[in-house]
């Protein structure tokens, strides 16, 4: 029998097969609301069969957008434009659906991939970026603005009423976005945050923010709301965060009530070797869940069934029924402009990030294979 197509529980949520469609940035919102592009492309993925469909990384707030055409769900506006979507898609399919909540932090207010995907200035129609310390993401990028507390609030409120509004959208499952190098990132890696407040220095502080939004948004939301969380398990910079910085990071969001960890790497820094190859950051996972037994996604160059199924029968008996896989599709909105972008946006999603990135998962009795279109998140 195959393990890829067999049922699990994510929470209280039960999947019917292990299949989940992952969040892959579209770049086609309208001021961060949802347009017919939305309604096609995710109305075709729901009737795809999969277990589970999440919908792109979407920004709690303005600021927090990749790039000006970002999803959002920050106001009435944006709330109305999804709940459309979502309705069509709930029309013809009984798929469950998840978000993943997000802000960029410095590597907000970019260009979408296919126009080049660079730092986008105030000045020329862009945004003042915010992060933990003062340290652009690349050299040529606009400085971002350190966060003072009353930022820190600020954001944490935004995370909640995104959150909220999630809910009220009837969103089966919710993400916290904490990789690739934005927001929650930042504050993690001593390589982006360099504060000597109570947030910065030593990992018990890196990981203060990250934990208290996760706090807050699990607490926003009915108890038999999943609450998972994205993380990169390595900056694959000397100095940087590190798996071992994850499995301890991994454990504080254990006993504060999380439902899965989704592991991917990198996405932080430029400087970034990655050692791509199938699989590459599976053994990430691995360890994540052998020492915490939270679920766990597993992520990385996980591209046809085979090989997710693959993976599942070989993975260690005590663990192989919490393994999800990735397998990644390609199709996005305005193909023919894209064709340009083709190469450079494929690489994203195998591993090689420039400012995104690519998805598996696991958990202690369950498995899912992910499977989307556009730049996966």
């Known amino acids: 029998m195959s393990i890829l197509f067999s049922p699990i529980t994510l929470g209280r949520q039960v999947l019917d097969n292990r299949v989940v469609i992952a969040p892959m940035c579209q770049y086609s919102a309208d001021e961060g609301r949802a347009t017919d592009w939305h309604q096609i492309h995710l109305g075709h993925l729901a009737l795809s069969g999969a277990g589970l469909m999440f919908i792109e990384a979407t920004a709690v707030a303005p600021e927090g957008r990749i790039s000006p055409a970002d999803l959002g769900l920050w106001s009435d506006e944006t709330e109305a434009a999804l709940a459309h979507v979502l309705q069509s898609i709930r029309r013809h399919s009984p798929i469950p659906i998840a978000i993943q909540l997000a802000h960029a932090g410095r590597k907000a207010s970019t260009e979408a991939p296919w126009a080049g995907g660079q730092s986008i200035a105030p000045a020329s129609g862009g945004w003042q970026t915010v992060a933990p310390s003062a340290l652009p993401y690349a050299a040529d990028d606009t400085r971002p603005a350190a966060l003072d507390e009353a930022g820190l609030a600020r954001i944490c409120n935004d995370f909640v009423a995104a959150a909220q509004r999630a809910q009220r959208l009837g969103f089966n499952v919710i993400e916290l976005h904490a990789a690739h190098g934005y927001l929650l990132h930042q504050f993690l890696s001593p390589l982006s945050n360099t504060r000597d407040d109570r947030y910065g220095g030593t990992l018990e502080n890196r990981m203060r923010f990250p934990l208290e939004v996760f706090d807050a948004l699990r607490a926003a939301v009915p ?7 994205r993380i990169s398990a390595t900056d694959w910079v000397d100095g940087g965060w590190d798996i071992e910085q994850s499995v301890a990071f991994a454990q504080e969001l254990q006993r504060r009530g999380c439902a899965f960890i989704d592991v ?15 699989g590459y950051q599976v053994a990430f996972a691995d360890r994540i869940r052998r020492e915490t037994g939270l679920p766990t996604i597993a992520v990385g160059l996980i591209t046809e069934p085979e090989q997710a199924e693959t993976i599942l029968a070989s993975a260690r008996p005590t663990w192989w029924r919490s393994l999800a896989v ?52």
């Open 264 to 278: 991917s790497s990198g996405g932080l820094s430029p400087l970034q070797e990655i050692p791509v190859g199938p």
């Open 223 to 229: 108890d038999d709301t999943p609450v998972g969380i």
């Open 326 to 377: 990735c397998c990644t599709t390609r199709a996005g909105p305005g193909t023919q402009r894209r064709n340009s972008a083709t190469r450079s946006m494929r690489r994203n999603s195998t591993g090689v990030p420039s400012r995104g990135h690519t998805k598996t998962c696991s958990s202690r009795d369950k498995t899912a294979c992910r499977t989307g279109s556009g730049d996966s998140t």
